[in-house]
């Protein structure tokens, strides 16, 4: 099952609209050249060059998202400040629905600027707010998502937007006809929140913070995913292990083999910015488009390995993946 | 010294009614302060957490918060981009109430920021792990250069003074500098240039530092004697009627067309020596302000070596205010 190519599954893939909500991000790539160190502290200069900015979080998820076909609704909140400006716009330019984005002006929109030299990171610096999602934020969503799509993605990183109010609307929203939705989980976070979901997609470490156990090899990965599994009410979980693949578990599904390892591509690992967006973004867009579960995972494994195979978090196309 | 308790304050009355204008290079130096927050899991390196950051204004802002400090009435005159440096530096002329008819705006111009990262965590002290600087990529263009000249033609007959502050970045280009000298035609100028004095033939006094003398001259100057030497022929080819060399630990030098140099010892200074950078700036600062406020040049230049002893006591590009100086001034009479 797991030697599928990706070229044999697109011909079953099809249209898809998707509802994308979570914490929406700027992600800023500062990048220059170091040649000399400061006479005032022992520290190295960083002579700045460019200055790239995306959007990120569930804004980046939904960008993939679009890259990969899927008409997109996204839901989420930004500020009034210039890096919301920054990425409203690469949304409208990608022509991602942008009228779930809850606008507040008291809110600073999350941005995380990493400052780079020769394509390494030197530092990143976070400026961030976490804040729960506030009564009016709850009933703008509510009228938003009453009519969006019912194939969902939650991008949550652990931000505020994904209150459990939200995930109330979301459960409720994909119980309808081809209804689902897939979770890409915020670390730390209690996965009981996430019950009901057709898919959760912890990576390690978060899975490994759940189940309180190392993951080491094939049979410590399947424990510690079906540990998640139980605190998330028996979902099935996709646990991605970076250049040791992926583990698909399917607990309690009939005619289901329980579980699935997905080897990971042979890619050159440029920058894994974004790559957890690109993954859980292609899941949804395979599950919206009439995928299977394993056939989605496949695709969002694909999705994965090229993200990381390119510098920050820049565009997939299906014809890319279609090539591994 | 020749300067008195009484004269020094009969100076320092005239600073407050001296207009001032200053021309040149803005930056911003900024302090981005952040909390450690984790190690990333995308390299090994830190993710800070940011809390704020400050702005204190940099090159020629230095030279223009200076002289705001003294009391003197500024005149700005310089390029500001639409980035969030310009912003900051339009923001702290603001709130200077400083007129803002002498800055330039030019939407792509890449202001000049320098931000240390400074990282600490609650009731610790921070520390600097980064700094990242921020250069002009796209100069000033022909339409800026055009309009900063306007400005600098229609700002003069208001001003008793103008300072040319050079730091390296492009607005006093040698044309530039040449252009501005002759539009101040008999005015009061002071020029300040990181290496590159020698396009500043013709300022009323210029205000070398050692490293920038050496260089100027091709000669190193050890010894109160080559001090002497290099002032004299720098003198010589600015056409200036004065040239004050500033000598770090050294103190400073005057030299004066006509007259045999004076060497000036350092000043006490009130604490220990912690940051010389802008001290050059506050030099400048008190120096042309005494000139305006009626003093000779060695008198100018003791009040300004009083200045420069109380500034390199503090921690990055400072400040100095007129009581500051008047206590400077009359613990070194003593």
Same mark, same amino acid.
């Given at each position: 099952m797991s030697e599928l190519k990706v070229a044999d599954l697109l011909p079953d893939l099809g249209p898809s609209a998707l509802t994308v909500a979570g914490d929406l991000m700027l992600d800023v790539f500062v990048e220059g050249v170091v040649e000399r160190m400061s006479p005032e502290a022992p520290v190295p200069i960083l002579a700045e060059q460019t200055s790239v900015c995306t959007p990120g979080g569930a804004a980046n998820a939904a960008l993939r998202a679009r890259d990969l076909g899927s008409d997109v609704s996204l839901f989420g909140r930004l500020g009034k400040d210039d890096a919301a400006k920054e990425v409203l716009d690469s949304l409208a330019a990608a022509a991602v629905?942008?009228?779930?984005v809850y606008r507040d002006p008291q809110i600073t929109t999350t941005r995380k600027t990493r400052f780079l030299s020769a394509g390494r990171q030197l530092l990143r610096v976070d400026k961030e707010e976490r804040r729960p999602a506030s009564a009016p934020e709850i009933t703008f969503y509510r009228e938003g998502i009453?009519?969006?799509? *019912?194939?969902i993605l939650v991008s949550d990183y652990?931000?505020? *937007? *994904?209150s459990d109010e939200l995930l109330e609307l979301v459960r409720a929203r994909a119980g309808e006809v081809s209804g689902f939705f897939v979770v890409d989980p915020a670390a730390g976070?209690?996965?009981?929140?996430?019950?009901?979901?057709?898919l959760i997609t912890p990576n390690r470490r978060e899975c490994e913070l759940i189940a309180g156990t190392q993951i080491v090899d094939a049979a410590s990965a399947k424990l510690a995913a079906l540990a998640y599994s139980g605190a998330a009410g028996d979902a099935p979980v996709l646990v991605t292990l970076g250049a040791e693949g992926a583990l698909l578990i399917a607990p309690g599904?009939?005619?289901?083999?329980?579980h699935v390892f997905f080897a990971a591509y042979r890619q050159d690992v440029?920058? *894994?910015?974004g790559a957890g967006d690109a993954t859980a973004a292609a899941i949804a867009r395979g599950l919206s488009g009439g995928l299977d579960l394993s056939s989605s995972c496949r695709l969002g494994m694909a999705a994965g390995a090229v993200a990381v195979?390119?510098?920050?978090?820049t565009a997939i196309s299906l014809a890319e993946l279609a090539d591994l | 010294m020749a300067l008195s308790a009484r004269r020094t304050s009969e100076l320092m009355e005239g600073f407050a009614k001296a207009r001032i204008a200053v021309v040149g290079d803005f930056m911003a130096d900024v302090y981005l302060n952040a909390r450690p927050a984790r190690l990333s899991r995308e390299a090994p390196v830190m993710v800070v957490r940011y809390q704020g950051e400050r702005m204190i204004p940099g090159g020629a802002a230095n030279a223009v918060n200076n002289l705001v400090a003294l009391g003197a009435q500024v005149q700005p005159i310089g390029v500001l981009g639409a980035d969030p440096a310009g912003q900051m530096l339009k923001s702290f002329f603001e709130e200077h109430t400083l007129?803002?008819?002498g800055v330039v705006p030019q939407a792509d111009y890449d202001t000049v920021a320098k931000t240390r990262v400074m990282v600490g965590a609650e009731n610790r002290s921070r520390q600097q792990v980064l700094r990242i600087d921020r250069e002009?990529?796209?100069?000033?263009?022909k339409t800026s250069r055009d309009a900063l000249l306007e400005r600098v033609e229609a700002l003069l007959p208001s001003v008793d003074a103008l300072v040319l502050s050079d730091y390296?970045?492009?607005?006093?280009?040698k044309s530039t500098s040449r252009t501005v000298i002759d539009l101040a035609g008999d005015k009061l100028t002071t020029g300040d240039s990181?290496?590159?004095?020698?396009?500043? $033939?013709?300022?009323?006094v210029a205000k070398p530092n050692h490293d920038e003398a050496e260089a100027l001259v091709?000669?190193?100057? $050890?010894s109160d004697a080559d001090a002497i030497r290099a002032g004299e022929e720098l003198l010589k080819s600015l056409e200036s009627q004065a040239l004050l060399l500033t000598r770090g630990n050294k103190g400073m030098m005057l030299s004066q067309q006509g007259c045999d140099s004076i060497l000036i010892a350092a000043a006490d200074s009130p604490?220990?020596?912690t940051d010389v950078s802008g001290a050059g700036d506050t030099v400048v600062g008190i120096f042309t302000l005494a000139l305006i406020a009626g003093a000779n040049f060695a008198e100018a230049a003791e009040l300004a070596n009083y200045g420069a002893g109380v500034v390199v006591?503090?921690?990055?590009?400072a400040t100095v205010s007129p009581a500051e100086l008047l206590k400077a001034a009359t613990i070194n009479y003593s």
């Amino acid at each position: 099952m797991s030697e599928l190519k990706v070229a044999d599954l697109l011909p079953d893939l099809g249209p898809s609209a998707l509802t994308v909500a979570g914490d929406l991000m700027l992600d800023v790539f500062v990048e220059g050249v170091v040649e000399r160190m400061s006479p005032e502290a022992p520290v190295p200069i960083l002579a700045e060059q460019t200055s790239v900015c995306t959007p990120g979080g569930a804004a980046n998820a939904a960008l993939r998202a679009r890259d990969l076909g899927s008409d997109v609704s996204l839901f989420g909140r930004l500020g009034k400040d210039d890096a919301a400006k920054e990425v409203l716009d690469s949304l409208a330019a990608a022509a991602v629905k942008t009228q779930g984005v809850y606008r507040d002006p008291q809110i600073t929109t999350t941005r995380k600027t990493r400052f780079l030299s020769a394509g390494r990171q030197l530092l990143r610096v976070d400026k961030e707010e976490r804040r729960p999602a506030s009564a009016p934020e709850i009933t703008f969503y509510r009228e938003g998502i009453a009519s969006a799509p *019912v194939a969902i993605l939650v991008s949550d990183y652990g931000k505020g *937007v *994904v209150s459990d109010e939200l995930l109330e609307l979301v459960r409720a929203r994909a119980g309808e006809v081809s209804g689902f939705f897939v979770v890409d989980p915020a670390a730390g976070i209690d996965p009981g929140r996430y019950r009901g979901a057709a898919l959760i997609t912890p990576n390690r470490r978060e899975c490994e913070l759940i189940a309180g156990t190392q993951i080491v090899d094939a049979a410590s990965a399947k424990l510690a995913a079906l540990a998640y599994s139980g605190a998330a009410g028996d979902a099935p979980v996709l646990v991605t292990l970076g250049a040791e693949g992926a583990l698909l578990i399917a607990p309690g599904r009939s005619g289901s083999q329980g579980h699935v390892f997905f080897a990971a591509y042979r890619q050159d690992v440029f920058d *894994v910015t974004g790559a957890g967006d690109a993954t859980a973004a292609a899941i949804a867009r395979g599950l919206s488009g009439g995928l299977d579960l394993s056939s989605s995972c496949r695709l969002g494994m694909a999705a994965g390995a090229v993200a990381v195979s390119r510098p920050h978090t820049t565009a997939i196309s299906l014809a890319e993946l279609a090539d591994l | 010294m020749a300067l008195s308790a009484r004269r020094t304050s009969e100076l320092m009355e005239g600073f407050a009614k001296a207009r001032i204008a200053v021309v040149g290079d803005f930056m911003a130096d900024v302090y981005l302060n952040a909390r450690p927050a984790r190690l990333s899991r995308e390299a090994p390196v830190m993710v800070v957490r940011y809390q704020g950051e400050r702005m204190i204004p940099g090159g020629a802002a230095n030279a223009v918060n200076n002289l705001v400090a003294l009391g003197a009435q500024v005149q700005p005159i310089g390029v500001l981009g639409a980035d969030p440096a310009g912003q900051m530096l339009k923001s702290f002329f603001e709130e200077h109430t400083l007129g803002l008819e002498g800055v330039v705006p030019q939407a792509d111009y890449d202001t000049v920021a320098k931000t240390r990262v400074m990282v600490g965590a609650e009731n610790r002290s921070r520390q600097q792990v980064l700094r990242i600087d921020r250069e002009p990529e796209r100069l000033m263009s022909k339409t800026s250069r055009d309009a900063l000249l306007e400005r600098v033609e229609a700002l003069l007959p208001s001003v008793d003074a103008l300072v040319l502050s050079d730091y390296g970045y492009g607005t006093l280009d040698k044309s530039t500098s040449r252009t501005v000298i002759d539009l101040a035609g008999d005015k009061l100028t002071t020029g300040d240039s990181r290496y590159e004095l020698s396009k500043m $033939r013709g300022v009323t006094v210029a205000k070398p530092n050692h490293d920038e003398a050496e260089a100027l001259v091709g000669f190193p100057v $050890r010894s109160d004697a080559d001090a002497i030497r290099a002032g004299e022929e720098l003198l010589k080819s600015l056409e200036s009627q004065a040239l004050l060399l500033t000598r770090g630990n050294k103190g400073m030098m005057l030299s004066q067309q006509g007259c045999d140099s004076i060497l000036i010892a350092a000043a006490d200074s009130p604490g220990e020596v912690t940051d010389v950078s802008g001290a050059g700036d506050t030099v400048v600062g008190i120096f042309t302000l005494a000139l305006i406020a009626g003093a000779n040049f060695a008198e100018a230049a003791e009040l300004a070596n009083y200045g420069a002893g109380v500034v390199v006591g503090k921690l990055g590009a400072a400040t100095v205010s007129p009581a500051e100086l008047l206590k400077a001034a009359t613990i070194n009479y003593s």
